[in-house]
C-alpha cells in the first residue's frame, strides 16, 4: 500500500450506479467492509481490529458534530504512522477506503486526499450484480490478486515518478496508485495524465484556502522591486489573488500577517509604513522554497493568456533554480531577458 493511502470519493446523482460499484469493489478488494453508515467509535474499533478496506455507501458530511469528528479521522488516516489519541489508547486508522456520496467532500483537506470520480446514469442494459455474482467474481479474482501481491512483495517499493508538474499531494495519490505498476514507465505516465484535470481542479478549490492564498500573493511579490512590503500591500495582492479564484470572502491585514507568521515569515515594525516584510535575497530564496513545497508555480501568477501562448515572464534566477518556471502540466515557460542598460558618453554612464 505504501506511506499514503488515497480515499476513492465516487460522487453522482441518485441511479448513477454508485452503490453497485461499491458492491463490485467489495467483491475485489482485500478485507473489505461494506457499511451504509458508521459511529466515530465504531470506525476506531474496525481500523484496529481488522485494517479494512472500508467502502462507506450514500455518505454525506454536513455540519454535525458526528461528522466534523469523522472528517479528522478521514484526514488522519491516509498517512502511515499517525495515530489518533484516545483516552488509554493510540489508534492506527491508516487504511484505503471508497467513499460513495452526492458531493465531493466539503472539506478541502479532506479533498486533497481524495480520487474523486463523477457518474452519471446509464441506459445501458447490464447483468443484475446479485450476491451470488459477486461471490464468483470474488472466487475468481481475490485469489490471483492475492497471489500478485506476494509474488511482486520483494519488488514493490515508492516509485520514483519523473517530475511532472502535479502537486505535492497529487504527487502522493500518483506515487500509491503506481506502486502495483510496477516501474512501467508508460503505464505510469497514463496515471498521471489521468490525475492532471483533477490536480488542477483542486488547486482551483484551494482559493477557499487563506494560507494557500497568502502564499500566491507572497510569490507574486517577491517579483517586484522593493526594499520592503508592507502588510497593507500583501494584503492588497491577496485581493488579486482571491478575485482571480472567484472568491468572495476577504482577509484583512491582521489576518494576513497572522497567516504570513504560521508560513515562516515573521513581520517586523517598519516605522511609520506599520508591520511587514524587509526584502533580502534570503527572503526571496525562503519564499519561492515555500511556493515550490506547496506546488505552486510561475503559471498561478501570470494572466492565464500569456501562460497559453507559452510565456512566463521575466527571467528569475530563483524560479529557475527551483524549477517553477512552468505551467499547469509542468512544460517549460519562455521568460523575457532582462535588457542590459544602454550605455553612452566617455565613460560609458548608463542611460
Same mark, same amino acid.
Given at each position: ?10 460522487i ?33 474499533s ?8 472500508? /467502502? ?24 502511515? *504512522? ?5 483516552? *488509554? ?6 487504511g ?69 508538474? /502535479? ?19 508508460? /503505464?505510469?505516465? *497514463?496515471?498521471? !495524465? ?10 482551483l ?5 487563506? !494560507?494557500?492564498?497568502? #502564499? ?19 494584503? %492588497? ?5 482571491? !478575485? ?20 515562516g ?10 508591520? %511587514? ?34 510565456? %512566463?515572464? #521575466? ?6 533554480e527551483f524549477?517553477?518556471?512552468?505551467? %499547469? ?15 553612452? *558618453?566617455?565613460?560609458?554612464? #548608463?542611460?
Amino acid at each position: 500500500m505504501g506511506s499514503f493511502a488515497p480515499y476513492l470519493w465516487v460522487i453522482g446523482p441518485y441511479s448513477g450506479g454508485k452503490t453497485t460499484l461499491l458492491r463490485l469493489m467489495s467483491a475485489l478488494c482485500r478485507r473489505a467492509v461494506r457499511a451504509a453508515d458508521i459511529t466515530p467509535a465504531a470506525f476506531y474499533s474496525l481500523c484496529e481490529a481488522l485494517r479494512p478496506t472500508l /467502502l462507506l455507501d450514500e455518505l454525506e458530511l454536513d455540519s454535525t458534530a458526528r461528522n466534523r469528528d469523522l472528517v479528522r479521522f478521514f484526514r488522519s488516516g491516509s498517512t502511515q *504512522g499517525q495515530k489518533v489519541l484516545r483516552p *488509554g489508547k493510540a489508534y492506527d486508522l491508516f487504511g484505503p477506503r471508497a467513499i460513495v456520496s452526492r458531493q465531493e467532500p466539503p472539506d478541502a483537506a479532506l479533498a486533497s486526499r481524495t480520487l474523486a470520480v463523477a457518474m452519471r446514469p446509464s441506459n445501458r442494459d447490464l447483468p443484475p450484480l446479485d450476491e451470488a455474482s459477486l461471490s464468483k467474481i470474488a472466487d475468481q479474482l481475490q485469489p490471483r490478486l492475492l497471489a500478485f501481491r506476494l509474488r511482486n512483495y520483494n519488488r514493490v517499493g515508492s516509485p520514483e515518478l519523473a517530475a511532472n508538474g /502535479l502537486s505535492p499531494r497529487m504527487m502522493d495519490i500518483a506515487r500509491a496508485l503506481a506502486i502495483p505498476l510496477l516501474g512501467d514507465v508508460e /503505464l505510469e505516465s *497514463g496515471v498521471i !495524465e489521468l490525475l492532471r484535470p483533477q490536480d488542477a481542479h483542486a488547486k482551483l478549490k484551494r482559493g477557499g484556502d487563506p !494560507e494557500w492564498v497568502v #502564499a500566491t500573493a507572497l510569490y507574486a511579490c517577491s517579483h517586484r522591486g522593493a526594499n520592503y512590503w508592507t502588510v497593507k500591500e500583501i494584503t %492588497g495582492e491577496v485581493y488579486n489573488v482571491l !478575485e482571480g479564484y472567484g472568491e468572495t470572502y476577504d482577509l484583512v491585514p491582521r489576518k494576513v500577517g497572522d497567516i504570513l507568521r504560521s508560513l515562516g515569515f515573521r513581520t517586523e515594525k517598519l516605522g511609520n509604513e506599520g508591520r %511587514g516584510l524587509r526584502v533580502t535575497q534570503d527572503l526571496r530564496r525562503s519564499i519561492h522554497e515555500n511556493a515550490k513545497a506547496l506546488g505552486l508555480c510561475r503559471a498561478d501568477i501570470l494572466d492565464p493568456q500569456t501562460v497559453m501562448g507559452g510565456w %512566463g515572464g #521575466a527571467r528569475c534566477d530563483l524560479c529557475e533554480e527551483f524549477g517553477l518556471m512552468v505551467d %499547469g502540466r509542468g512544460n517549460r515557460l519562455r521568460s523575457i531577458p532582462l535588457s542590459p542598460p544602454i550605455r553612452s *558618453g566617455l565613460f560609458g554612464k #548608463a542611460r
